[in-house]
């Protein structure tokens, strides 16, 4: 029950580069190990829990409240770590409702993730922005499901090697029907439909499965492009989105010219520019310390 439970909570429809995942060791061999070996480790999830709970929802320089989304992006919390899109949502309203915060900066370093969990936090940051300026920093990977929730803020800037793009949607799945034959095995769904159980391990993926799949993907990928419309509809083009939505991560120069960000900066400059002119000095001061420190 543990593996079924863990199995439905990390697999699914994805925005994510993969290949990003690489920097985060544990999701890499996590996602891998599903692919090859089955279920999912019963990894304790205490480490991540007690991380999470020490780190404040967010921080406040210079009236700017620094929200960090880090790392593959999960609806709630996962016993891999990364970005708790529930949690986020908590600290954006917090912040929005915090007098002492006058902007909101999303600090971005994530290779996105699962699509659950996506929308609802990009829709938060377009309304959080009606309230308070929300704007968003890309400091090296703003991929997918990382940079659907960008492109709800008003403002995108990126570090110089930044790398920001994969807009799109997938699944995997796979037919281990013959691996089971070869072991003596039949597997028999018996449901209330033809759509009903499928894709069980051991069983045949068909042509009609496939397309069944495909339908979702194209689905959420349509969700995936009228966020980015609505969030960046006045500085990006139709052919430029289009150029941009084949799966490619682009540097940061590249994502500029097809209108995926606003400015290309560092981080400290990034928040000095979106403050008022009196908090620049102070801004800068507590942004290049927060970095040494880091």
Known sequence: MHNDKCRSRHLGLWAMTEYGLERWPGWYAALHAVRTEGPLPNISAAASRRQQSEEPLYEVQSGMAIIGINGPMMKGESKFGGANTVQIRQALRAAV??????????????????????????????????????????????????YWVASQARKITAGPAAEIGSIGVYAVVEDSSQAAAADGIKVHVVSTGPMKGVMQPGTEITPDQIAHLQERVDEMNGHFQMAIIRGRGDRITKAQ??????????????????????KIQSFDEAIANALPRKRIAAAIGVATRRIAGY
């Open 97 to 146: 409702s915090d007098e002492s915060v006058k902007a909101v900066m999303l600090q971005i370093d994530s290779p996105g993730g699962s699509v659950a969990g996506t929308d609802e936090l990009g829709r938060d940051v377009a309304k959080a922005d009606q309230v308070k300026p929300v704007f968003a920093h890309i400091d090296d990977l703003g991929a997918s499901a990382a």
């Open 241 to 262: 989105l289009k150029e941009a939505s084949d799966g490619r991560v682009f540097g940061a120069a590249d994502a500029k010219k097809l209108g995926l960000v606003d």
